[in-house]
């Protein structure tokens, strides 16, 4: 008997072993208000993720109703992930800005609540950003 239920317990471990909660083929963002000058504006951050490690960083301002500055690639990299415990995983953005220098974020993510939590190493200070399942976005 013992064998049998074992034999039938190695498919269902083979198979659960193979699910991930991989990154690639989401898209995650984020909106902060922002003030220069007496004014204020709304700055939102896109993460997109790829299939092939690699993280796209999207940024635009509006203001009300209106777009100031459409959306534009902001930084581009890879990043990294590893599981840490349940559903929640560790992540690490490697990216570099268009002006060159350094876009490196580390956080934890849960897809299951669909919430991201991200900031510069050494900082306290996180970054929250929410899972859009509904985000079309052409993946090359």
Known sequence: MKKNTLLLLIP??????????????TVWYNVTMMQEN???GNVGTSLVFNTDSTVVVYRGVSIDTTVVVPPFVFAYGKYQ???IEGSNMRISLFATQKDGSP????????KKDGLMYLSVPNSKL???????????????
């Open 12 to 25: 269902l471990l083979l198979l659960t072993s193979c699910v991930s909660n991989k990154l690639n083929k």
């Open 38 to 40: 007496g004014v204020y």
């Open 81 to 83: 992930y590893e599981n």
């Open 103 to 110: 876009y490196i974020y580390s956080g934890e993510y849960n």
């Open 126 to 140: 996180k970054e929250t950003y929410i899972w859009n399942p509904n985000a079309k976005v052409k993946f090359k």
